[in-house]
């Protein structure tokens, strides 16, 4: 262990707690002493709260009335590396510390002690072997032998627990107790990867050489090229040098097919960190990633704040993908979090897409990144081939979305037994439901968002809140008896015209809310993917790194969604999401084939789209922002006001705008306050300010300044949105 500062017993010292204080407050050192960045209990009135040693007391109080730490915590201190980058971050997003120190705390059970848990080893060999007991101890020939608990041999044998524990009470197991936390599987860089193609393997030398140091390289490749492959030699090289790997991928519920990639290529799975995991994996990860038990982690944007011992390597993967930007809680960017993490502990970062951020790219123009591009497809020549099918003029009967020349080309690929997939950006049954007696349309109660039919969970639901209602069999407004009735389409109401059109086809829907678990997802993506569909339908859930390899045809129900949103990023969003979408197709030996149902085929994103000019499409979308000071040209940051009451929240709103003098100073324009686009969410109203300044300009200190001592009315709540992604 390095030598940090020590503060022997009695001696007084400053901790930073998770508690909602915007101070540190000051302990005296416990018997045994305690380290700069100990994870500490402390008594906080009659509590006992979490916290880490932070630095000298502030000294405000003599030292005989400091209350002592009541217990240092069996984890190693928190490094200096993370420490900074937690002050760092929390200045970037103006985010108070002790929250910062509650994201990097986010472990379940850090209080307590080692503890122990029931394992099993094989015993005697059965009397009576059953096809069950055998897969069990098969799985402990799989595992070398080594002791498992029952999770894990349920897991992986497919059998109940009883199976388990019989076997045990018949002596064909042994049970005996291991110390919790144990360090992950130790994973094998020099295993053998796949072979790389030429252009892979230069990529691969040239992320093997900038190992090691701080430095960012987009790695761009469309769908199939196979940045993955490439960003894993990546993290060999980051494990032979002795280094951890964090991966952090958008949707974590759908990364099996990585695990098992990483699986293959290593000899073992890596250490995972998601809202999914359990607590004690939680808990186990956390603890390896402090003690370095764990070589590499594959996580969700909250990996970011795990207290790696020493870690070398961050993926970004699909950095494009707005899961990364959290808009709830502390207001971050996964992205650029990943790079200020990186540039406090020497760590190399990739951002890995096939339709990188526009600010990603301009990085990589102006040099401030790296940029490694990889053309091919692997082992297909070609990306798809891309057609608008231009619905202008075309008369499709009522309630249908699929034009003929699309069913044709489902036809063919049901005849050739290939799959199709019909690409639709709407959960539910109908974005809209109105009266026709009156048009009526639902709105849910506490937000300003209409409700959305899903007929699957036959309730109506509001996508804000997640606020659900009966389906009414008669207008709330007018009464009349069975006048409701849906307007558009969502995936569920395409399902209905799949299945009317094409009776026999085996159909799958691939909705987030059409399933109960991530493991639920996960076992439907593996059956359709061997082939268990003939006709995809789905959300833009599909738009992810999935392999199907049978798929040869996209179908973009409705390519003009998200061309009029108004937004500033929803060219750019539309781009990607086609592109990711029309990815799918083809991506083996089989040529695929997009088609965009459009009713603007002249528009320049469709055309973009269609050309497969992904240059053209930046540069334009650059020049655009660049004219309107808009990031990545300039810089934004957005407020939010909520409150129960509309009239405290805009009189919060009034008073910022009155005294924007510290914005002013640095030239910076405000703009509200204004009713946010979702005006009440949760029964709280929502008002927005904007605030809008040049990109070198110190905007986080203007902002603290101008919200220095500022009292909100009633029980208004004011968040800040560094870089705001979404709008809403
Ligand atoms: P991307 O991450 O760019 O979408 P992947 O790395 O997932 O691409 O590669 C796409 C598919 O091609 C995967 O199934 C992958 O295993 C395969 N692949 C890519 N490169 C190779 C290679 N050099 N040898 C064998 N298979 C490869
Ligand atoms: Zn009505
Ligand atoms: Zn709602």
């Given at each position: 262990?390095?030598?940090?500062?020590?503060?022997?017993?009695?001696q007084?010292l400053?901790v930073?707690?998770?508690q909602?204080l915007?101070?540190?407050?000051?302990?005296?050192?416990p018997?045994?002493?305690a380290?700069?960045?100990?994870?500490?209990e402390?008594?906080?009135?009659p509590?006992?709260?979490?916290?880490?040693?932070?630095?000298?007391?502030?000294?405000?109080f003599?030292?005989?009335?400091?209350?002592?730490?009541?217990r240092?915590?069996?984890?190693?201190?928190?490094?200096?590396?993370?420490?900074?980058f937690?002050?760092?971050a929390?200045?970037?997003?103006?985010?108070p510390?002790?929250?910062?120190?509650?994201?990097?705390?986010?472990a379940?059970?850090?209080?307590?002690?080692?503890?122990?848990?029931?394992v099993?080893?094989?015993?005697?060999?059965?009397?009576?072997?059953?096809e069950?007991?055998?897969r069990?101890?098969?799985?402990?020939d799989?595992?070398?032998?080594?002791?498992?608990?029952?999770?894990?041999i349920?897991?992986?044998?497919?059998?109940?627990?009883?199976?388990?524990?019989?076997?045990?009470?018949?002596?064909?197991?042994?049970?005996?107790?291991?110390?919790?936390?144990?360090?992950?599987?130790?994973?094998?860089?020099a295993?053998?990867?796949?072979?790389?193609s030429?252009?892979?393997?230069?990529?691969?030398?040239?992320?093997?050489?900038?190992a090691d140091?701080f430095?960012?390289?987009?790695?761009?490749?469309?769908?199939?090229s196979g940045?993955?492959?490439?960003y894993?030699?990546?993290?060999?090289?980051?494990?032979?040098?002795?280094?951890?790997?964090?991966?952090?991928?958008?949707?974590?519920?759908?990364?099996?097919g990585?695990?098992?990639?990483v699986e293959?290529?290593f000899?073992?799975?890596?250490?995972?960190?998601?809202s999914?995991?359990t607590?004690?994996?939680?808990?186990r990860?956390?603890r390896?990633?402090?003690?370095?038990?764990?070589?590499?982690?594959?996580?969700?944007?909250?990996?970011?704040?795990?207290?790696?011992r020493?870690l070398?390597?961050?993926?970004?993967?699909?950095?494009?993908?707005?899961?990364y930007?959290?808009?709830e809680?502390?207001h971050?960017?996964?992205?650029?979090?990943?790079?200020?993490?990186?540039?406090?502990?020497?760590?190399?970062?990739?951002?890995?897409?096939?339709?990188?951020?526009?600010?990603?790219?301009?990085?990589?123009?102006?040099?401030?990144y790296?940029?490694?591009d990889?053309?091919?497809?692997?082992g297909?020549?070609?990306?798809?081939?891309?057609?608008?099918?231009?619905?202008?003029?075309?008369k499709?009967?009522?309630g249908?979305?699929?034009?003929?020349?699309?069913?044709?080309?489902?036809?063919?690929?049901?005849?050739?037994?290939?799959?199709?997939?019909?690409?639709?950006?709407?959960?539910?049954?109908?974005?809209?439901?109105t009266?026709r007696?009156?048009?009526?349309?639902?709105?849910c109660?506490?937000?300003?968002?209409r409700?959305?039919?899903?007929?699957?969970?036959?309730?109506?639901?509001?996508?804000?809140?997640?606020?659900?209602?009966?389906i009414?069999?008669?207008?709330?407004?007018?009464?009349?008896?069975?006048?409701?009735?849906p307007i558009?389409?969502?995936?569920?109401?395409?399902?209905?015209?799949?299945?009317?059109?094409?009776?026999?086809?085996?159909?799958?829907?691939?909705?987030?809310?059409?399933?109960?678990?991530?493991?639920?997802?996960?076992?439907q993506?593996?059956?359709?993917?061997?082939?268990?569909?003939?006709?995809?339908i789905g959300?833009?859930?599909?738009?992810?790194?999935?392999?199907?390899?049978?798929?040869?045809l996209?179908?973009?129900?409705?390519?003009?969604?998200?061309?009029?949103?108004?937004?500033?990023?929803?060219a750019?969003?539309?781009?990607?999401?086609i592109?990711?979408?029309?990815?799918?197709?083809?991506?083996?030996?089989?040529?695929?084939?997009?088609l965009?149902?459009?009713?603007?085929?002249?528009?320049?994103?469709?055309?973009?789209?269609?050309?497969?000019?992904?240059?053209?499409f930046?540069k334009?979308?650059?020049?655009e922002?660049q004219?309107?000071?808009?990031?990545?040209?300039?810089r934004?940051?957005g407020?939010?006001?909520?409150?129960?009451?509309?009239?405290?929240?805009?009189e919060a709103?009034?008073?910022?705008?009155?005294?924007?003098?510290?914005l002013?100073?640095?030239?910076?324009?405000l703009?509200?306050?204004?009713?946010?686009?979702?005006?009440?969410?949760?029964?709280?109203?929502?008002?927005?300010?904007?605030?809008?300044?040049?990109?070198?300009?110190?905007l986080?200190?203007?902002?603290?300044?101008?919200?220095?001592?500022?009292?909100l009315?009633?029980?208004?709540?004011?968040?800040?949105?560094?870089?705001?992604?979404?709008?809403?």
């Amino acid at each position: 262990m390095l030598a940090q500062p020590h503060f022997p017993a009695g001696q007084p010292l400053a901790v930073l707690t998770t508690q909602p204080l915007d101070r540190l407050l000051d302990y005296r050192a416990p018997e045994g002493g305690a380290r700069l960045g100990d994870f500490v209990e402390v008594p906080l009135g009659p509590r006992k709260v979490l916290g880490c040693v932070w630095g000298q007391a502030e000294g405000n109080f003599p030292v005989e009335k400091l209350r002592p730490v009541s217990r240092v915590l069996d984890v190693p201190p928190m490094r200096d590396e993370l420490r900074s980058f937690l002050t760092k971050a929390a200045e970037y997003t103006l985010t108070p510390l002790s929250l910062m120190l509650f994201m990097a705390t986010r472990a379940p059970g850090l209080f307590n002690g080692p503890q122990t848990v029931k394992v099993f080893l094989p015993g005697e060999p059965p009397v009576r072997m059953t096809e069950a007991r055998k897969r069990v101890l098969d799985v402990f020939d799989a595992y070398g032998g080594a002791a498992l608990t029952v999770g894990e041999i349920t897991r992986a044998a497919g059998v109940t627990g009883s199976v388990v524990h019989t076997l045990a009470a018949q002596g064909g197991l042994i049970e005996t107790e291991a110390a919790k936390d144990q360090p992950y599987p130790p994973l094998d860089p020099a295993r053998a990867g796949k072979v790389l193609s030429e252009d892979q393997a230069a990529a691969a030398e040239v992320l093997k050489s900038r190992a090691d140091a701080f430095g960012v390289t987009l790695l761009k490749g469309v769908t199939g090229s196979g940045k993955t492959e490439v960003y894993l030699e990546a993290v060999a090289e980051c494990l032979r040098k002795g280094r951890q790997a964090l991966v952090l991928l958008p949707e974590i519920g759908l990364t099996e097919g990585f695990l098992e990639r990483v699986e293959a290529r290593f000899g073992h799975r890596p250490g995972e960190w998601h809202s999914g995991a359990t607590m004690t994996e939680r808990r186990r990860l956390w603890r390896m990633a402090a003690e370095g038990g764990v070589q590499m982690v594959v996580g969700a944007r909250s990996a970011l704040f795990l207290p790696y011992r020493d870690l070398g390597l961050i993926i970004v993967d699909e950095e494009h993908d707005g899961s990364y930007k959290q808009d709830e809680g502390v207001h971050y960017n996964a992205r650029d979090m990943a790079v200020l993490r990186a540039s406090q502990c020497q760590a190399q970062v990739v951002l890995a897409s096939a339709t990188p951020s526009l600010e990603s790219w301009v990085n990589a123009e102006t040099g401030k990144y790296e940029r490694l591009d990889l053309h091919a497809r692997f082992g297909v020549a070609e990306l798809p081939e891309m057609r608008a099918l231009d619905l202008r003029g075309q008369k499709l009967p009522h309630g249908t979305w699929i034009a003929p020349a699309l069913k044709a080309e489902v036809d063919q690929r049901i005849e050739a037994k290939e799959q199709s997939l019909l690409f639709l950006n709407r959960r539910g049954y109908a974005p809209v439901t109105t009266c026709r007696a009156c048009g009526h349309q639902i709105q849910c109660e506490h937000c300003d968002s209409r409700m959305v039919e899903h007929r699957f969970h036959n309730r109506l639901m509001c996508h804000q809140c997640g606020a659900t209602a009966p389906i009414p069999t008669a207008c709330p407004e007018c009464k009349t008896e069975g006048s409701m009735h849906p307007i558009g389409p969502g995936v569920e109401r395409l399902e209905e015209e799949v299945r009317a059109t094409w009776p026999d086809a085996r159909v799958a829907v691939l909705s987030s809310d059409l399933f109960g678990s991530a493991r639920a997802l996960k076992e439907q993506i593996a059956e359709i993917a061997a082939g268990g569909a003939d006709i995809v339908i789905g959300t833009q859930l599909v738009a992810k790194g999935h392999n199907f390899p049978l798929l040869t045809l996209v179908g973009v129900i409705d390519a003009d969604l998200g061309l009029h949103g108004g937004d500033l990023r929803a060219a750019e969003r539309t781009f990607q999401l086609i592109r990711q979408v029309a990815g799918r197709a083809g991506r083996h030996d089989r040529p695929g084939l997009a088609l965009l149902q459009t009713h603007q085929p002249d528009h320049p994103v469709i055309q973009a789209i269609l050309k497969g000019d992904d240059e053209g499409f930046w540069k334009a979308e650059a020049a655009e922002r660049q004219a309107l000071g808009m990031p990545p040209y300039g810089r934004l940051a957005g407020i939010i006001l909520t409150s129960t009451s509309v009239e405290h929240a805009f009189e919060a709103g009034n008073l910022l705008a009155q005294n924007a003098d510290p914005l002013f100073a640095i030239g910076a324009q405000l703009f509200g306050p204004a009713p946010a686009p979702i005006a009440r969410v949760r029964g709280r109203h929502r008002v927005r300010l904007l605030i809008k300044a040049a990109k070198g300009a110190p905007l986080q200190g203007a902002i603290r300044r101008w919200l220095a001592g500022l009292k909100l009315p009633g029980d208004t709540r004011l968040a800040v949105d560094i870089d705001p992604q979404n709008f809403w």
